[in-house]
T-cell receptor, first 115, second 112 residues
Framework: GENVEQHPSTLSVQEGDSAVIKCTYS??????FPWYKQELGKGPQLIID?????GEKKDQRIAVTLNKTAKHFSLHITETQPEDSAVYFC??????????????FGQGTRLTINP | KAGVTQTPRYLIKTRGQQVTLSCSPI?????VSWYQQTPGQGLQFLFE???????NKGNFPGRFSGRQFSNSRSEMNVSTLELGDSALYLC???????????FGQGTRLTVV
């Protein structure tokens, strides 16, 4: 099965600075690489994802980079704001048509933005 | 468009009892997955249903079961509750097999 490691487990940055979270996985067949954000009292929410045929994807202040050879992908948040404070999860997955939906999550990174 | 709805939001049960949790997926979504979230074990996959059939099951004891109805709504059942079953139970739905999963807010189960 897929082994997923996420680093760091906690991250504290000053408002306006950048934050980077790294996810390492073991299954080379994985082809879908999402990042989820979970705020207190809520379920995880997809914030950005990337497919294995793309190396980088950006959406405003958030970006994801993928290195399939090294089997890791990273979440980058620039110009951090207080509302970015949350727990972030990666979930590298093999997604195929007529395949069961099953996400294997990393252990999570608690990001705190200090004003 | 309504999101994934889970009921109830909070539940307190006694050891040995059984519990049923409900999940209504986003309209049109046929895949429903269940996850258990605890501080110690993180987010762990329980099972996934598609068109009323269980397609995949995680590594949980047989006390954990589920089903899906023809309208795609799903229920999960835990029998003979143990203290360690206290967790946030999350449901996610997907439109197709290779599209993103949308999560509900979860049901917080406390076993005393």
């Amino acid at each position: 099965g897929e082994n997923v490691e996420q680093h760091p487990s906690t991250l504290s940055v000053q408002e306006g600075d950048s934050a980077v979270i790294k996810c390492t996985y073991s299954d080379s067949a994985s082809n879908y690489f999402p990042w989820y954000k979970q705020e207190l009292g809520k379920g995880p929410q997809l914030i950005i994802d990337i497919r294995s045929n793309v190396g980088e994807k950006k959406d405003q202040r958030i970006a994801v980079t993928l290195n399939k050879t090294a089997k890791h992908f990273s979440l980058h948040i620039t110009e951090t704001q207080p509302e970015d404070s949350a727990v972030y999860f990666c979930a590298p997955t093999l997604k195929i048509i007529q395949g069961a939906q099953k996400l294997v999550f990393g252990q999570g990174t608690r990001l705190t933005i200090n004003p | 468009k309504a999101g994934v709805t889970q009921t109830p939001r909070y539940l307190i049960k006694t050891r040995g009892q059984q519990v049923t949790l409900s999940c209504s997926p986003i309209s049109g979504h046929r895949s429903v997955s269940w996850y258990q979230q605890t501080p110690g074990q993180g987010l762990q996959f329980l099972f996934e249903y598609f068109s009323e059939t269980q397609r995949n099951k995680g590594n949980f004891p047989g006390r954990f079961s589920g089903r899906q109805f023809s309208n795609s709504r799903s229920e999960m059942n835990v029998s003979t509750l143990e203290l360690g079953d206290s967790a946030l139970y999350l449901c996610a739905s997907s439109l197709m097999d290779d599209t993103e999963a949308f999560f509900g807010q979860g049901t917080r189960l406390t076993v005393v």
